[in-house]
């Protein structure tokens, strides 16, 4: 399945030629003119530093918190639409039920909270970010036990409060951990982090999508009725975010979220968030072409959302049981992700950042188009095997690419979490209001033409990413000062 933003998404890390440059102390937080002289070309790491990177401990902090990203948007996401199908609800009302990652799409609404306030007690306890992580993590954890109770063929609107519950929760847990993850890792160590983060996130959304319908398989088994599996296997779910909060106590503060902490600023807390935010949108929206880039934001991984929203109703409705579905789709699929990962890791380190969006838009393009293929062969477990290898490691070098992206334009310490969360939410657009028509479409045209559409929904962001290497955007972007991370 698509990441998100999407991958749901995605929100991991950035790295690569649009990494930090690095200084002892905040200096200037506007954009800067490129100079050749100032951004001299990075030597490429051994071979052995590049392996060694990935054990050291800030790293595999970053690693444990990606399962915890990823786990919860399936449980809001496709397992949420593999149960409500199997239990006979329309694919009209499944493809609206993708509205329900709203929470993604306006979380930048709030991040300026998380990047002005304290949570009361934890924040004093274990800092500004883990004590909200730790908040987000128990809120995440009551908001899918309360899904999982829920029926979907008798309390629908239940479903959905639930679901919003979910996505509310896992996107203020993002806000978090990514400005968490910008802040703590130095520049030599975020595309390490970037493709780790990656392969986590995939993990996490592993064990919430076959993890999740092995368990309401197993039981079944036991005797319990379709419903109550389902129930235990939410409930199982939500345990499982305890994995998040052992990686929130076992991290360290960032330097640079300790040294803006709110409490050292004057005003009411409102009026520290309203400067917050101000300052937040207002540094970015001055930026060279800001409109043009936050459009590209928007459309870059709208082709792999369109398809997305609708492949766990595909499979099942081409005639594959749900234990296929768990095993080629999410199972042997993790493979192909977990490279496709690390691929899009080192492309990300090792070429410039337009290069590799590139070479990550028509990659995800081409899946769409495989899809097709599948869509006529039928029920055929290698086809399928092949379909979803192919789109499991496209989207997953794509996403790291993306997001590697994103994190390039966040380079200003005061406004981490909400600068990152408007843009993590404008790409959740897409597969959030975008994609919600995606099962009327399918509907009306077939599965075959369906997926041929959503590979075409590629060429606007193509456009966009020639305008801005025309305009100089990329080389803006490895000139951009920052700052320090927590390199201790």
């Not at 649009?18 to 002289?37: A, H, Q």
């Not at 792999?304 to 749900?322: C, K």
């Not at 994103?406 to 657009?429: F, N």
């Amino acid at each position: 399945m698509p990441a998100s933003p999407e991958m749901g998404g995605g929100r991991l890390l950035a790295g690569g030629p649009g990494g930090l440059v690095r200084s002892s102390r905040i200096t200037d937080t506007s954009p800067m003119t490129y100079s050749p002289e100032a951004a001299p070309p990075r030597p490429r790491p051994s071979a052995l530093d590049a392996v060694a990177v990935y054990l050291r401990p800030r790293v595999l902090i970053v690693m444990f918190l990606g399962f915890s990203s990823g786990l919860p948007l399936a449980l809001s996401g496709s397992t949420l639409l593999v149960w409500m199908r199997e239990a006979g609800v329309d694919l009209g009302t499944i493809g609206l039920f993708a509205l329900v990652g709203t929470p993604y799409t306006l979380k930048f609404a709030w991040a300026p909270v998380v990047d002005a306030l304290n949570v009361p007690l934890l924040s004093r306890w274990l800092g500004r970010r883990r004590g909200w992580l730790l908040l987000t993590q128990i809120l995440l954890i009551g908001a899918i036990i309360f899904l999982g109770s829920c029926n979907p063929v008798t309390a629908p609107g239940l479903v959905a409060i639930g679901a919003l519950m979910v996505a509310a929760a896992s996107a203020t847990q993002d806000i978090v951990i990514d400005a968490f993850r910008v802040e703590s890792l130095p520049e030599n160590e975020q595309a390490a982090g970037m493709a780790s983060y990656v392969a986590a996130y995939r993990l996490g959304a592993l064990a919430s999508t076959a993890g999740a319908l092995y368990l309401v398989t197993g039981f079944e088994s036991l005797g319990y009725s379709k419903q109550v599996a389902w129930v235990w296997g939410y409930y199982t779910m939500g345990f499982l975010v305890i994995i998040g909060m052992g990686a929130t106590f076992l991290a360290r503060e960032p330097k640079i979220a300790a040294a803006e902490s709110p409490e050292s600023e004057t005003g009411s807390p409102l009026r520290r968030v309203m400067t917050s935010a101000i300052g937040a949108f207002s540094e970015f929206l001055s930026r060279d072409l800001a409109f043009v880039v936050l459009t590209f934001v928007i459309l870059y991984k709208l082709c792999d959302a369109f398809a997305g929203t609708m492949t766990a109703p595909f499979v099942i409705d081409l005639g594959f049981t749900r234990d296929q579905y768990a095993t080629i789709v999410k199972v042997v699929g993790l493979a192909a992700t977990l490279i496709g990962g690390f691929a899009g890791g080192a492309l990300a380190r090792t070429y410039p950042l337009a290069t590799s969006l590139w070479v990550g838009a028509i990659l995800q393009m081409f899946s769409n188009f495989v899809f097709t293929w599948q869509a006529y062969v039928g029920v055929d477990l290698r086809a399928l095997t092949v379909t979803i290898c192919v789109e499991n490691f496209t989207g997953a070098m794509g996403t790291v690419v993306f997001v590697a992206y994103l994190s390039a334009l966040c380079r200003s310490p005061l406004h981490t979490a909400t600068q990152y969360a408007l843009l993590t939410a404008l790409a959740a657009i897409g597969r959030t209001y975008l994609s919600s028509v995606a099962g009327f479409v399918a509907a009306g045209v077939g599965w075959a033409n369906f997926f041929m559409l959503s590979a075409l929904v590629a060429l606007p962001s193509m456009v966009l990413l020639v305008w801005l290497q025309r305009a100089g955007h990329f080389e803006t972007l490895t000139n951009r000062s920052s700052f320090e991370p927590d390199i201790d």
